[in-house]
T-cell receptor
Framework: GDSVTQMEGPVTLSEEAFLTINCTYTATGYPSLFWYVQYPGEGLQLLLKATKADDKGSNKGFEATYRKETTSFHLEKGSVQVSDSAVYFCALITRSGNTGKLIFGQGTTLQVKP | EAEVAQSPRYKITEKSQAVAFWCDPISGHATLYWYRQILGQGPELLVQFQDESVVDDSQLPKDRFSAERLKGVDSTLKIQPAELGDSAMYLC????????????FGPGTRLTVT
């Protein structure tokens, strides 16, 4: 079945460091891809999305490019801040008929130190 | 800004007891989802509603879990009897239409079964 695999965490970086969180997927057809972020004690927030191959999603300095040839959707940010500390989830949505089912990776915890 | 509301935020219950969670989606959102997030893992879909109808409950343990959305607005997820393995975060999400990838999540209910 469809699945998402993320790099294991935790990832610990100093403020202003470059961030990459790897995400690869397995899916039939052409899924849409997402990154969600979960701050401590809160629900998930959509960070960015890409709906077709070569699309680049971006938001709040984060970027990810939908790479069909490598089935990847890696999250990057050029300069992280302490406030970026959170759990990041890569996800895809598969469609069967008219339903849309989000499938998540296991999450990667990011800790940014001042 | 419209949000998905959930209550309670935290619930501690003894095994074999009944427990219920409530979700109020964003106004006008026809599609509602219940996810379970075990600590250290990504959320997994339990049930999906379109208005008052269930469109996907393939991952819902129906011997002990039930979900309803009687008037197509708010929803209740019930567990009876609760088991130790049910300890998790229960997340509700909504979207404006079936198959939409824009799902908005509530803050979740953290359940601890003792």
């Amino acid at each position: 079945g469809d699945s998402v695999t993320q790099m294991e965490g935790p990832v610990t970086l100093s403020e202003e460091a470059f961030l990459t969180i790897n995400c690869t997927y397995t899916a039939t057809g052409y899924p849409s891809l997402f990154w969600y972020v979960q701050y401590p004690g809160e629900g998930l927030q959509l960070l960015l999305k890409a709906t077709k191959a070569d699309d680049k999603g971006s938001n709040k300095g984060f970027e990810a490019t939908y790479r069909k040839e490598t089935t990847s959707f890696h999250l990057e940010k050029g300069s992280v801040q302490v406030s970026d500390s959170a759990v990041y989830f890569c996800a895809l949505i598969t469609r069967s008929g008219n339903t849309g089912k989000l499938i998540f990776g296991q999450g990667t915890t990011l800790q940014v130190k001042p | 800004e419209a949000e998905v509301a959930q209550s309670p935020r935290y619930k501690i219950t003894e095994k074999s007891q009944a427990v219920a969670f409530w979700c109020d989606p964003i106004s006008g959102h026809a599609t509602l989802y219940w996810y379970r997030q075990i600590l250290g893992q990504g959320p997994e879909l339990l049930v999906q509603f379109q208005d008052e109808s269930v469109v996907d409950d393939s991952q819902l343990p129906k011997d002990r879990f039930s979900a309803e959305r009687l008037k197509g607005v708010d929803s209740t997820l019930k567990i009876q009897p609760a088991e130790l393995g049910d300890s998790a975060m229960y997340l509700c999400a909504s979207s404006s239409r079936l198959g939409s990838y824009e799902q908005y999540f509530g803050p979740g209910t953290r359940l601890t079964v003792t």
